[in-house]
């Protein structure tokens, strides 16, 4: 209990710190943080901490702190195995220079989900070590075939993000924090690509790594049609938890 405390007071923190409208962030922040990991997964709400610790050291002006970092990114691996993918989120974060690559990677990533276009189970089988085998036995048995292939209101979330990111000038206030959550988001879309094959682990990383957009909510230019697109998604994403009753799959 304490150290889940601790994990939900760094986050809260970071919040804060890189949020200009921090009760909108909070609208995110409740069922896509604070219901799905404080609550059911502890060791990956340990990582997420460390993860949005991560992101507020890297958008400091200093360059130490920037060091930090991206230690942190390297080493977030020892609090959960979801954490291993921390590092890419630098490469990622370089890409994010070249806004129309970003689109074309993001749109060829969704499109090989839908039309089963990924790495093929046998290619997966090396993840059947410790946390992944479970999860890999279940695709292998076929229990993920007769459900999506990627969670429905996730692309609420991307088409939110994308409309914000297009439209970046009137949408979006200034802030470094911006392109860190573009970069993530991209790093969420291409591991729900590697690993649609394993729904359980497909969901559980894109949860993951899209997890830093209440960072960007904090960061809107707010009139009535961001106000409102913003409360409609973060009610989708509380209605996944509602209607599921399934806070670690969502």
């Not at 890999?136 to 076929?142: F, I, K, S, V």
């Not at 994308?162 to 291409?190: C, G, W």
């Amino acid at each position: 209990m304490v150290l889940s405390a601790l994990g939900l007071l760094i986050q809260l923190y970071i919040v804060y710190r890189v949020s200009r409208h921090k009760l909108l962030s909070l609208t995110f922040f409740i069922p896509y943080v604070y219901l799905i990991f404080n609550f059911t997964i502890f060791r990956a709400n340990l990582a997420l901490s460390v993860y949005f610790l991560a992101i507020y050291l890297l958008v400091s002006p200093a360059s130490i702190k920037r060091i930090y970092g991206g230690s942190l990114l390297a080493t977030n691996y020892f609090f959960h195995t979801q954490g291993i993918f921390s590092i890419i989120l630098l490469p990622m974060h370089w890409l994010t220079r070249y806004k129309k690559i970003c689109l074309v990677i993001g749109g060829l990533c969704l499109t090989g989900i839908f039309l089963g276009l990924t790495p093929t189970l046998d290619q997966l089988s090396f993840l059947a070590k410790a946390e992944a085998a479970p999860y890999l036995a279940q695709a292998l048995d076929g229990q993920f075939k007769e459900r999506n292939m990627f969670p429905q209101v996730g692309l609420f979330v991307l088409t939110y993000l994308l409309i914000l990111f297009v439209f970046e000038k009137k949408l979006l206030l200034p802030n470094r924090v911006n392109q860190y959550v573009l970069a993530s988001t991209m790093l969420a879309l291409f591991l729900a690509w590697f690993f649609a094959p394993i729904l359980t682990m497909q969901i559980r990383l894109f949860d993951f790594y899209m997890a830093p957009l209440v960072f960007i909510v904090g960061n809107l230019r707010l009139n009535k049609w961001t106000y409102w697109g913003t409360i409609f998604v973060a009610s989708l994403l509380y209605a996944r938890l509602e209607l599921l009753h399934n806070f670690i799959l969502g």
